[in-house]
């Protein structure tokens, strides 16, 4: 069983930043392959955001914050981050980390909510214009 708390949520401008922190704890050895974030707005899905593999710097970004936003980790402190720049009300929404042991060949399969298997319980951004 392995637990994710995010942490670093809260109330910008348009054109801020924000940085959210996921701190993972496990009472077995952490046996990653990838963590994400996704978020999910009022009345939509959860749609994903960015994706680190666990081994190495491979990272994936969704197109709306490519370039805006930064995904990166700390493996020595089982913790993932998320920079978040230029934010825009759009990116308003409650922001989930997740992790998951899975393989994928296709790292464009780390971009489904289905991929993952932990979560949680989610922090809130909240971009004023």
């Known amino acids: 069983q392995v637990q994710l708390q995010e942490s670093g949520g809260g109330l910008t401008q348009a054109g801020g930043s924000l940085r959210l922190s996921c701190a993972a704890a496990?009472?077995?050895?952490?046996?990653?392959?990838?963590m994400a974030w996704f978020r999910q707005a009022p009345g939509k899905e959860r749609e994903f955001v960015a994706a680190?593999?666990?081994?190495?710097?491979?990272?994936d970004y969704a197109d709306s914050v490519k370039g805006r936003f930064t995904i990166s980790k700390d493996n020595a402190k089982n913790t993932v981050y998320l920079q978040m720049n230029s934010l825009k009300p759009e990116d308003t929404a409650l922001y989930y980390c997740?992790?998951?042991?899975?393989?994928?060949?296709?790292?464009?399969?780390?971009?489904?909510?289905?991929?993952?298997?932990?979560w949680g319980q989610g922090t809130q951004v909240t971009v004023s214009s």
């Open positions: 997740a992790s998951t042991s899975t393989y994928y060949s296709n790292s464009r399969y780390l971009r489904s909510t289905l991929s993952y298997d932990y």
């Open positions: 680190i593999k666990w081994s190495g710097v491979s990272t």
């Open positions: 496990s009472r077995r050895t952490f046996n990653n392959y990838a």
